[in-house]
Structures are given as C-alpha cells and as structure tokens.
C-alpha cells in the first residue's frame, strides 16, 4: 500500500537514507531533515507499507516547470519486487497532474543498480556533475519527459 508520509515515519525514512542512500558520504538526510521535508509544501513524501510500515518511500519537489525527486529508498527485504517502480510512478501521475513536464533525479555515479533502475523507468542519462555530493563523488543527472511518456494507469 502507498500513502503519503506522516510526521512518525521520518525516523524510518532518515535510517532508510542513511543505510542506503548516503553511505560513506555522512548522514545528511536526518529526521529532523527529513521531517522539514515532510512539512514544506511544495514537497510530496510517500511510503510503502508491507509487512512493516515504511519498507520504502520517496520525497519529491513540485516546481514551476520540473519535479525534483529528491530521495527514493527500499529497504533490501523488500527491493526488487516493483516497490521502487510503484512509489515513481505515483509521483510523476501526481506530477502529471501539477502540469509538470520532466522530473529530474541525481544518483551516486557509482550506484549501478539505481541508474539501471532509472533507466528501466524511462530516464535518461543528462550529464555528470563532479562532487554533487559533499565535494566527494560525482552525481550522474537523469531526467524523464513526462511529455513523452505514456501516462500510468495502476
Ligand atoms: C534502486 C532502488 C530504488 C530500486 O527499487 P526496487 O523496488 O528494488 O526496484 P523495482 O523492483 O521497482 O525494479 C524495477 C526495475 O528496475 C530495474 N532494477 C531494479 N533494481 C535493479 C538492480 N539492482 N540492478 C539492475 N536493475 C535493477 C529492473 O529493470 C527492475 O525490473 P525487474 O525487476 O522486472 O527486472 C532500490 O534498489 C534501492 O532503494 N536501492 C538503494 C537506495 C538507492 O540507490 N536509491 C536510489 C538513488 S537515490
């Protein structure tokens, strides 16, 4: 089940970053991040309930023109059974919605499993932007034109 994200799982969703998102780079993305994240308003933040509550979520920014996806995680007992997959297309039907055309998403250069995820979901490989994360590895831009894409239906 996906809904949207309430202030007590900020916990779970800052440990989910830590744990899978932010290894080696310090943890930037904590609950009180998180939970300011939650509570601003041009912010969607959802979660993926299975067995336990937050198996994954996503946080993605609504902007004038594009959608910025900002963090997306699925806990290792629970990837690879299209969870990943549910919660991105919630957010660009959302997207769609709002009038927006294109989301953008960054991923550590190295994170081969997230760049073929994203590419498996219609993005495209933009640029290379050298120290994105704290000045210490690079990010790889990925963008989908929801323009071109045929709309989800669930
Ligand atoms: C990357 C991630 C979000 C994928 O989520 P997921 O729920 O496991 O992915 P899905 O089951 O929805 O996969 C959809 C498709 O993406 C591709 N894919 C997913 N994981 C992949 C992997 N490890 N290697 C290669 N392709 C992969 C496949 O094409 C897959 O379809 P298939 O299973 O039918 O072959 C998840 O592995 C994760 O949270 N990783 C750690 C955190 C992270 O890297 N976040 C993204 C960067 S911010």
């Known amino acids: 089940m996906i809904r949207l994200a309430e202030p007590q ?19 930037s993305w904590t609950p009180k991040r998180v939970l300011g994240s939650l509570q601003h308003r041009d912010t969607c933040s959802i979660v993926a309930d299975t067995d336990r509550p937050v198996a994954g979520f996503a946080i993605m920014e609504f902007l004038d023109e594009h959608a910025h996806l900002s963090l997306l995680a699925i806990g290792e007992p629970h990837q690879r059974q299209g969870i990943g997959r549910s919660l991105v297309h919630w957010l660009e039907a959302s997207a769609r919605t709002a009038g927006i055309g294109i989301v953008y998403v960054e991923a550590r ?14 993005y495209r490989e933009m640029f290379l932007m050298p120290g994105y994360y704290r000045g210490r590895e690079a990010a790889i831009r990925m963008g989908h034109d929801l323009r071109k894409a045929v709309p989800f239906s669930a």
């Open 9 to 27: 799982d900020a916990q779970q969703m800052a440990r989910l970053s830590r744990d899978l998102i932010e290894p080696g780079l310090g943890w």
């Open 109 to 122: 250069v190295g994170n081969q499993a997230a760049r073929d995820f994203y590419r498996s979901l219609g």
